[in-house]
């Protein structure tokens, strides 16, 4: 069964405390993204990579980090730098290319609540 | 920079009325154009997308889009809403040479029976 999880669906946090948002993949697509959704902002890129071992900041990058070590796994650390870290996490993956194929494929969801 | 703006942030309808949900973008060169929906408690998921071709476009679930070049739009469309269409719409653009997508504010719709 192919698709894309995120775990935990629900992550609750302490200020000043990193945490790591967990996405895999098992659809082969070379590309990963991370997006942030908030009430009425729609969904915010923060992070995506195109390729294993690169990655690219998307428009809220700062107080994030990412790593693609494998194809199927991009992971999202929200640092204690991250000024509103609460908010609905969305992973999700597409084939990187310019062809009518595209188009992103998203996870469940990670709601963290830090406090 | 692009955007997208969606200018009807909460929808209400009663069913079997027709919907048109607005979605206007900013770039003035090629663009693909794709409309996400989110049902209570799941995944986005893809509705309809815009690449080529002819500018009116199917998708799934009866929902259609058209493509209006000359005024930067995207609506959606529905002839006649269901219960079942209640959700979170997203219109997302990809402008140019970039694996990237804009997405716009999204617009709730709530259709009563």
């Known amino acids: 069964d192919g698709g894309i999880t995120q775990s935990p669906k629900y992550l609750f946090r302490k200020e000043g405390q990193n945490v790591t948002l967990s996405c895999e993949q098992n659809l082969n697509h070379d590309a990963m993204y991370w997006y942030r959704q908030d009430p009425g902002q729609g969904l915010r890129l923060i992070y995506y990579s195109q390729i294993v071992n690169d990655f690219q900041k998307g428009d809220i990058a700062e107080g994030y980090s990412v790593s693609r070590e494998k194809k199927e796994s991009f992971p999202l650390t929200v640092t204690s730098a991250q000024k509103n870290p609460t908010a609905f996490y969305l992973c999700a993956s597409s084939i990187a290319a310019r062809l009518e194929l595209y188009e992103q494929y998203f996870g469940p969801g990670t709601r963290l609540t830090v406090t | 920079a692009q955007s997208v703006s969606q200018h009807n942030h909460h929808v209400i309808l009663s069913e079997a009325a027709s919907l048109e949900l607005g979605c206007n973008y900013s770039y003035g060169g090629t663009v693909n154009l794709f409309w996400y929906v989110q049902y209570p408690g799941q995944h986005l998921q893809l509705l309809l997308k815009?690449?080529?071709?002819?500018?009116l476009v199917k998708g799934i679930k009866g929902f259609e889009a058209e493509f209006i070049k000359s005024k930067f739009s995207f609506n959606l469309r529905k002839p006649s809403v269901q219960w079942s269409d209640t959700a979170e719409y997203f219109c997302?653009?990809?402008?140019?040479?970039?694996?990237?997508?804009?997405f716009g504010t999204g617009t709730r719709l709530q259709v009563f029976p």
């Open positions: 815009y690449f080529s071709g002819d500018p």
């Open positions: 997302a653009v990809n402008a140019g040479n970039t694996d990237k997508l804009i």
